[in-house]
């Protein structure tokens, strides 16, 4: 005999877990992870997600037109919030789409997840249609891949995701997760607690490693505080300043981290490396102490490595254990957070003082270099006819003021803003940095706009890197993102062209891009005022020096829409000074003859 029933259906099902797809799963998990924005494309293996995502009230969806603009403004949206960016796409080609963006936001340290389709699990490794590895293709530009083909796993691995991307030195994570996964049903469990065998980064530095740290720096004679993007992104710009205050030591930061310091303070020396400041590379060059705090040292900035800093001993704090070591030896290996160290760097220096006795003097070493800095200041020539690309971006700063947040693509226009906006605080400055993306600007500014909805965002932008992702002006336009572009339009591949004026005789083999001045006859292509207002916003030109001011003054004065200026600028103007590939730091050059301007003597 069959027993009794004990309740209604109802009654049984009160109090067991809510049953959801493993879409709804995921939203709900992103919506936990506190995300607001994502920029993605929808595709058919990643459609599952976007009907919940409809619904969401909380997360807000911008379509771009281009899944690496996706990726990048995911960059740009971190960069200025110093929160996780997220980006989405389908399986295939648009999860191969964000391969740039992912390796871009790899090497220059930014926090990303993103989200891709995968084709149903039963398809993996048939080469389905718009089947892609993503997972394996992603696994060494990221710092870490899931694919995921079951939806009980879903919000375990979002919360570790956002874990992984925004903590220890920050970095891309991606999520593949098949189309089937998406569609069956589970349930939600955000996790109280993450489970990461092997994942513990190092925040606190060692007491001993700052200690002999303290002591090397109160027996130096030379020492230069060498500031990389990790004080940046540890939120460190306070405790540096702070350093450097106490100590009265020469400041260098590198191009990821313009802004870490003022270039307003007297010490700051300025940007070191292959297109720095004579005062900064003379500085590392000639020092006898280099605290390297949150860099890595780039090829960029050492030049030839054997005869970087040959005098030097090294203090290396970083995040990442990896990169201490990996390509200058360190004297002194401090693991931890930036702002961990300088805050524990600043105490002991401080007890060394009052217990020991031991305070450095840098007084001749600060004034030899400030000599230099006066003596050799970053500058540039007016042309006799048009316009001087370093004089637009000076002005667009001093215009628009350090409050504004620049964006930079990559090239002549990179360096020349690296050197003439005036940077006074962190997170002012975003470019691609390690990779050298041409491409990142238009979409990251559009990111650090939506992140910065209340300030003036500035792409600074060539007219190679502008063709290549422009379309998401259209993104801005119909978004109501209303980012100003500066087009420094000299019709050619700019940094290419100056490597052929001074290396391969002038021979402009495939650097003419026609976006230039008509007074050759040449048409413009395209024109990209008419480009401008195709995608819905406001198209300006400048080609005057007399019209300069005006026409920026004219864009600051539009809020609502995107404003793009095409600044026709001198063809030849470089980016001096200059160290070549592969030579020495002290081969740095400053004149248009390539002669060197400095010497020994000088420092």
Not at 265 to 272: I, T
Not at 487 to 495: A, F, K, P, V
Not at 549 to 572: C, G, L, N
Request: aromatic share 6%; charged share 20%; proline share 6%.
């Amino acid at each position: 005999m069959m027993g009794q029933a004990t309740g209604t259906v109802s009654d049984q099902l009160e109090g067991q877990p809510e049953q959801l797809t493993g879409a709804q799963s995921l939203v709900r998990a992103l919506e936990h992870a506190g995300v607001e924005v994502i920029f993605g494309i929808p595709g058919g293996a990643i459609l599952p997600a976007y009907d919940p995502l409809f619904d969401s009230e909380q997360i807000r969806h911008i379509l771009v037109r281009h899944e690496q603009g996706a990726g990048h403004a995911a960059q740009g949206y971190a960069m200025v919030t110093g929160r996780v960016g997220v980006c989405m796409a389908t399986s295939g080609p648009g999860a191969t789409n964000l391969v740039t963006a992912l390796a871009d936001a790899h090497m220059d340290s930014v926090p990303v997840v993103a989200i891709t389709g995968q084709v149903p699990s039963g398809s993996i490794g048939t080469d389905a249609f718009q089947e892609a590895d993503i997972r394996g293709i992603t696994m060494p530009i990221t710092k870490h891949s899931y694919l995921l083909t079951d939806p009980d796993d879903i919000p375990r691995t979002i919360a570790e995701a956002f874990h992984i991307a925004s903590t220890g030195r920050p970095g891309p994570v991606l999520v593949d997760i098949s189309k089937d996964a998406l569609q069956k049903a589970t349930t939600f469990t955000w996790p109280s607690e993450l489970a990461l065998p092997g994942y513990r980064p190092t925040t606190r530095p060692h007491g001993k490693q700052v200690r002999e740290a303290a002591r090397l720096i109160a027996e130096a004679k030379r020492p230069v505080l060498y500031v990389g993007g990790g004080v940046i992104k540890a939120n460190a710009s306070a405790e540096l300043a702070m350093l450097a205050e106490l100590t009265q030591i020469p400041v260098i930061t590198t191009l990821m981290a313009r802004g870490a310091f003022p270039d307003s303070h007297e010490l700051h020396l300025g940007m070191p490396g292959m297109h720095g400041s004579v005062a900064a590379v003379a500085g590392l060059q000639k020092s006898d102490l280099l605290i390297c705090l949150g860099a890595r040292f780039d090829d960029r900035v050492t030049g030839q490595l054997s005869s970087f800093a040959p005098g030097a001993k090294v203090i290396h704090a970083d995040i990442d254990p990896a990169e201490i070591s990996k390509n200058r030896l360190a004297d002194v290996p401090i693991v931890g957070d930036c702002r961990e160290v300088i805050s524990d760097l600043v105490v002991m220096l401080r007890k060394q003082a009052e217990e020991d006795g031991l305070v450095g003097d840098y007084t001749a070493w600060r004034e030899q270099m400030l000599g230099v800095k006066a003596k050799f200041p970053v500058g540039y020539d007016e042309p006799e006819e048009g316009l001087a690309p370093q004089k637009v971006i000076e002005r667009i700063s001093q215009i628009s003021g350090p409050e504004a947040t620049y964006v930079a693509g990559v090239g002549q226009h990179q360096m020349w803003a690296a050197h003439f906006v005036d940077f006074e605080r962190p997170r002012q400055w975003l470019n691609s940095g390690g990779a050298g993306t041409m491409g990142y600007c238009v979409p990251a500014a559009m990111g650090a706009q939506v992140g910065e909805p209340d300030n003036v965002v500035w792409a600074i932008d060539g007219d190679g890197c502008f063709q290549m992702t422009n379309q998401e002006l259209a993104t801005c336009a119909i978004e109501g993102i209303p980012i100003k572009v500066a087009i420094i339009n000299n019709s050619s591949l700019g940094m290419v062209r100056q490597w052929q004026t001074l290396f391969y005789d002038s021979r402009y083999s495939n650097t003419d891009l026609n976006t230039g001045s008509e007074d050759s006859g040449a048409r413009r292509i395209p024109d990209f005022v008419k480009l401008a207002e195709a995608y819905g916003c406001v198209g300006l030109r400048c080609e005057s020096p007399g019209d300069l001011d005006e026409t920026i003054q004219k864009a600051m004065s539009i809020t609502d829409v995107p404003v793009v200026i095409d600044f026709v600028v001198e063809r030849d103007a470089m980016v001096w000074p200059m160290v070549a590939a592969g030579t020495s730091n002290d081969d740095i050059k400053i004149a248009r003859d390539l002669a060197p301007e400095w010497d020994q003597d000088d420092i």
